[in-house]
């Protein structure tokens, strides 16, 4: 049984965001204490998270690889037990709910699986062998699911669920993510409301001023906890909150509503964690930590752009200074870092860290290599670039300093290396484990840019791939789990052991990585060139060994590296 204390802090930051009569908001604080004694009285002992070097990520569809004959869950299940479990302790499922567009993220029914994919009972016996995480489509939900029909209706579930506004509300300030007109006008009980749409016509935003809404989804959050669900990722959760005359992005009513859900997560008998999806300039996304009370986890979203304009320029400069100013983890908070993900490459991470002229170079190069944009409407100003829509195999194809692509593998390879090296947590997008190039087939059908990095694949096809020791994919495969192996063995590469950037020139990147107990570092170094360079070692370095299996040299305490080469060169304090 929750204490009275506990009970009180969960009024306070409840009433906090939902300022009305007392008696309705006790209703609803009184409903979430049952929901969390139930939970407990069932679930006596308590579950942790066990988070150490060996935790990773794999990004993917429910039917990322199918074989048209059984449910494509299944499929996965067995793919991942065959040719990922021994390098990912985890997955990120992206929605698996019953949808009407954009893959998944115009959720039509919380509660059930798209049975093209399967059911409960396949996402609760792939959690028997790793942690899962889900999304939760918190921002939106279609205009063809349930809720949205009840909304028209006035009945429950839907009733007074989605936002709308009337001439009144100034939108003057709103910052968009998308260039779709926002607001659309319909006849709702008599009276012109606008029903207000971030994302696409088809995704309609929840009225989160309505504390029945929030209800909702801290009742799916326990549903999706029940099914074997550890990891929530909170989607788009920075445009949760409207308020006219304001951006109606990162409202404090936001931040209110995560701390609300990480302290009720911190009360159950298993250890969830939270993540905020939060595509935006960086000191707005580092905010969604909080106090060390909001987000488990952010995405670094940074990391990914810089890495790509790092090695397509051949300058370090950017990504060094970003580094050293990152701040580091404190306790139980955790980066995220990846490279590739089923969108694009974000390019609103990069503002206040590079200028108009090397963003204007950066895109130019990205659209060589057979990027398309998805653009953002900006009040006043028309549009702007709002993601790069590519994979990360032609996104690292060619540069100016490599016309003809020569050392795209090497670029591709040492990318990993320092995202899986770097602080926090490493996830991996499925399709670049195998080195997927752009999918311009979907893409022409479709006409949806972000089809081009959302390939999916027959498992016969892709296995036969693997077996054949020339193939791309089993190169690319091999020496992406490879690189992962050796990352697990290492203390220094715990999410939460230190970070320090090192100041190696504009030809390389490096950081060092120090264990939490002191008695490991390893310093991961990458030559970000396309020609051979050296360094002088400091003499604490000189006798490490080179975890990575490649051969390096070293004369008179001078290491030579070999274009876009990485070491992690461990030694034992």
Request: charged residues 25%; positive net charge; contains cysteine.
């Amino acid at each position: 049984m929750l204490s009275k204390q506990v009970q009180k802090i969960l009024k306070h930051i409840f009433d906090d965001i939902y300022k009305f009569h007392p008696y309705r908001n006790n209703l609803h604080i009184h409903e979430i204490i049952n929901l969390i004694n139930k939970f407990n009285k069932k679930n006596k002992k308590k579950k942790i998270f066990n988070l150490s070097e060996e935790t990773s990520l794999v990004i993917c569809y429910g039917n990322s690889v199918t074989d048209g004959k059984i449910k494509s869950l299944k499929v996965f299940n067995n793919f991942y037990k065959k040719y990922l479990r021994n390098v990912f302790s985890g997955i990120h499922f992206l929605p698996f709910y019953p949808s009407s567009s954009d893959s998944g993220f115009a959720v039509k029914d919380h509660y059930k699986i798209d049975p093209r994919l399967g059911s409960w009972t396949d996402v609760r016996n792939i959690s028997k062998n790793c942690s899962i995480m889900a999304d939760l489509v918190i921002n939106h939900s279609s205009s063809r699911g349930l809720w949205f029909a009840n909304f028209l209706k006035n009945k429950s579930p839907g009733k007074d669920y989605f936002f709308t506004v009337d001439k009144k509300f100034n939108t003057a300030k709103v910052v968009r993510p998308r260039e779709h007109k926002l607001l659309k006008k319909i006849k709702l009980f008599n009276q012109n409301r606008y029903l207000w749409r971030t994302f696409s016509d088809d995704q309609i935003d929840l009225n989160f001023q309505n504390p029945k809404v929030l209800m909702r989804m801290i009742k799916i959050i326990f549903n999706l906890i029940n099914h074997g669900v550890k990891v929530f990722r909170l989607d788009a959760i920075a445009y949760l909150w409207k308020e006219s005359g304001t951006k109606c992005i990162n409202h404090q009513n936001t931040h209110k509503i995560i701390k609300l859900i990480r302290y009720i997560c911190n009360l159950l008998n298993t250890e969830c964690i939270i993540i905020t999806e939060t595509n935006l300039p960086e000191k707005e996304n580092i905010s969604y930590f909080g106090k060390n009370d909001e987000a488990n986890w952010i995405y670094n979203f940074s990391l990914a752009p810089l890495l790509v304009y790092s090695f397509l320029f051949e300058d370090s400069n950017k990504l060094t200074k970003w580094s050293k100013n990152l701040p580091r983890l404190k306790n139980n908070n955790n980066y995220l870092n990846f490279i590739a993900s089923h969108d694009g490459i974000g390019m609103r991470p990069l503002e206040g860290i590079l200028d108009k002229s090397k963003q204007k170079k950066f895109l130019k190069l990205l659209k060589k290599n057979g990027a398309e944009f998805s653009f953002r409407k900006i009040q006043g100003k028309g549009k702007k670039v709002y993601e790069a829509n590519i994979t990360l195999f032609n996104a690292f194809k060619k540069t100016d300093h490599d016309n003809e692509g020569k050392f795209a593998f090497e670029r591709y390879m040492s990318a990993h290396c320092i995202m899986m090296g770097f602080e926090g947590i490493p996830a991996i997008y499925f399709n670049s484990i195998f080195g997927n190039s752009n999918d311009y087939s979907k893409f022409i059908i479709s006409g949806n840019k972000r089809d081009l990095n959302r390939y999916r694949w027959n498992k016969d096809k892709l296995e036969n791939h693997l077996r054949d020791e020339t193939s791309k994919q089993s190169k690319y495969y091999k020496s992406i789990t490879e690189i992962l192996s050796i990352r697990r063995k290492q203390r220094a590469f715990h999410p939460n052991a230190a970070r320090k950037t090192l100041s190696l020139g504009p030809s390389f990147f490096g950081i060092k990585r120090t264990s939490i107990n002191g008695k490991q570092s390893v310093y991961c170094i990458t030559n970000i060139t396309s020609s051979s360079k050296s360094i002088v070692l400091k003499k604490e370095v000189t006798n490490s060994k080179n975890l990575l299996n490649q051969n390096v040299t070293i004369k008179n305490s001078i290491l030579f590296f070999k274009p876009f080469q990485t070491v992690w060169l461990s030694k034992k304090n």
